[in-house]
């Protein structure tokens, strides 16, 4: 069994095709099928049920599949803890960021870095909060930055807090007020950011203090689209108040969310249990140096 024909096995089960994973590992689609044979064979079970152009993993491909995962991070961590005995002078940091607030927070960082560590890859992916989770855990990223909750197997740092706003139409009839509480808004149609985000879950749990289940109406990962259907009259949304403050040139009006334990944050985050790269560590430095970490949990 070889480190090849599972790396190609992992990027045909991620990329949902043998088409997809050949144009990924720079292969033709006979070659990945034939290492996924190859792999089959040495395993002495099909891994894969192929029903025209959709392919399902068996539960042996399951397995081989969750195993696979774990052991290119081990052998990419080994890799980058052997970069690291020769200066950096090359290596891969792989980054997981939030699409909420990364563009501020994060964008100006990449220049810094690049600067100073100029042959350093960066492997760059935008999910929500629970999907970055997951790609930690499986050791799919180095470090990634987002609303994490407290988790046993992650370290993290809180580097941005700040307040929820309520946003709604610069015509509202609550578009004068000073704060708003989440009990005077039970009534009205709700926009949230998708379910992989952590902020829906702090929205959901102060809607069930306050008394009530929020009507939702829509659902985006993309803060200016929300801000548009916001602007149109559609519903409300809630924005940390960085972002808030940037879209109010639009037709929407900010207001402070006057509720307890709903503040958003970001915290860069990294396995427990791993080795930390380099690259990942002067990545780090670089957080720390333009955003002093704020307190955490």
């Not at 052998?75 to 960021?97: A, T, Y």
């Not at 924005?239 to 929407?252: M, V």
């Not at 990294?270 to 780090?284: C, E, P, Q």
């Amino acid at each position: 069994m070889e480190v090849r024909t599972l790396r190609v096995f992992v990027e045909v089960v991620r990329r949902g095709g043998f088409s997809s994973a050949a144009a990924v590992l720079e292969s033709t689609q006979s070659a990945v099928s034939k290492a996924v044979k190859a792999l089959e064979d040495d395993v002495g079970q099909p891994l894969l049920v192929r029903t025209g152009r959709s392919n399902t993993l068996t539960a042996a491909g399951e397995i081989v599949y969750r195993r696979a995962v774990r052991l290119l991070a081990e052998r990419d961590d080994m890799l980058s803890e052997l970069d690291n005995l020769r200066g950096l002078r090359r290596g891969v940091l792989k980054l997981g960021l939030s699409p909420i607030g990364s563009s501020t927070l994060f964008a100006p960082l990449f220049a810094i870095y690049r600067q100073r560590y100029p042959n350093v890859e960066i492997r760059l992916v935008e999910h929500g909060s629970h999907r970055l989770r997951e790609l930690l855990r499986n050791g799919e990223i180095e470090l990634g930055a987002a609303m994490f909750p407290p988790c046993e197997e992650l370290d993290q740092e809180v580097v941005r807090r700040e307040p929820l706003m309520v946003v709604v139409p610069h015509t509202h009839t609550l578009a004068t007020r000073a704060s708003l509480s989440l009990a005077e808004l039970g009534h009205l149609p709700f926009i949230l950011f998708d379910n992989s985000f952590t902020l829906n879950r702090i929205i959901g749990d102060a809607c069930k203090r306050a008394g009530f289940e929020p009507r939702v109406i829509a659902r985006s990962a993309q803060v200016d689209f929300i801000v548009e259907l916001v602007a149109a009259g559609v519903g409300i949304g809630f924005l940390p108040e960085s972002l808030a403050r940037n879209a109010g040139r639009r037709a929407i009006r900010a207001i402070k969310l006057d509720d307890a334990d709903t503040d958003w944050f970001v915290a860069v985050a990294w396995r427990r249990d791993a080795y930390v790269s380099h690259a990942a560590r002067a990545w780090l430095e670089v957080v720390r140096e333009v955003h002093r970490p704020a307190t955490g949990e």
